[in-house]
């Protein structure tokens, strides 16, 4: 598994990062941890287009780097990487790797699962950019302000999208899994089987009737989901609720809740028409939401 962790302002992304480096080190990932900034004019850029320059001679991407090396500094501190005289971050490169892509290479290499990079221009594409080059199959991005930019995520990025919202190191977090009959749900089913395992997590299943569905069919979707947990072992409680699908499900969810969702569909107008009500609880959940692809 490829995970990508879109990192901002340092006070915002403090939880994006501890979270995502806890699934990462949980799946036993390879992590990507991107900072995107604006892009530099052209003039800009041509007078520092230059491979493997020492970052203190290139001042326009200090922002960027400084914030990097705040994430840096983090891994040390939870022990994800060690540091050594080798590899201090007040050693390292700049290098150029592609159109708008740079990567921070530190001097003795200390793990070739974690990469630091800085992109420059739009975020939204420059993160799809990054997610197509680089395989990536889950991105982690921070839950405040702009849910606009949650929406555009899940639409066109070709990844699942996991919004970290309100997340708290200290609480003892479940898995609340809203379920039906559709492909989208099967693979939220698998994920939160993969998550549950690598965290033991209590796993709480819910469906809401929607449609012409009948009481008795839901029941059944319910049991059939619970029975995939049991045999692995995972604890499962179920529970029918009534009401409109999102209300409903967002007002389910605690702020002790990690939600689990599926859309299935490739196409980004179909993306856009099927995934509104993940959508929708992801924007107005308060707690952390993975939507699966």
């Not at 991005?141 to 970290?164: E, R």
């Not at 609480?171 to 965290?199: C, H, Q, R, W």
Request: net charge positive; charged share 30%.
């Amino acid at each position: 598994m490829k995970i990508l962790i879109a990192i901002g302002g340092r006070e915002f992304s403090k939880p994006t990062l501890d979270l995502g480096m806890k699934i990462a080190n949980s799946f036993k990932s390879s992590t990507t941890i991107a900072y995107v900034g604006k892009k530099i004019s052209q003039f800009s850029e041509k007078d520092v287009s230059v491979v493997h320059q020492n970052l203190d001679d290139r001042e326009l991407y200090r922002p960027g780097i400084r914030t990097l090396e705040w994430a840096y500094d983090f891994l040390i501190s939870k022990k994800y990487i060690e540091e050594k005289d080798s590899n201090k971050f007040d050693d390292y490169l700049l290098v150029d790797e592609e159109n708008s892509r740079m990567k921070v290479l530190l001097k003795g290499q200390q793990s070739d699962k974690i990469d630091l990079i800085m992109r420059t221009g739009e975020i939204i594409e420059q993160l799809k950019n990054e997610v197509e080059t680089n395989k990536h199959d889950i991105t982690i991005i921070g839950g405040g302000g702009n849910t606009g930019i949650h929406q555009k995520l899940v639409q066109f990025i070709d990844s699942s999208v996991f919004v970290v919202k309100n997340y708290s190191v200290s609480k003892k977090y479940k898995i609340l899994l809203p379920v039906n009959d559709s492909k989208g749900s099967d693979m939220a089913i698998e994920t939160a089987i993969n998550f549950a395992k690598s965290y033991k997590l209590n796993v709480e299943i819910v469906s809401v009737p929607e449609g012409k569905k009948s009481i008795e069919e839901v029941e059944k979707i319910l049991k059939k989901t619970k029975e995939k947990f049991s045999k692995n072992r995972i604890k499962t409680t179920t529970k029918l609720i009534d009401g409109p699908t999102v209300n409903s499900i967002v007002n389910y969810a605690k702020d002790d809740s990690i939600v689990i969702l599926g859309v299935s569909p490739k196409n980004p107008i179909m993306k856009y028409f099927f995934g509104s009500k993940p959508l929708s609880i992801a924007q107005k959940c308060n707690c952390p939401v993975l939507i699966t692809k």
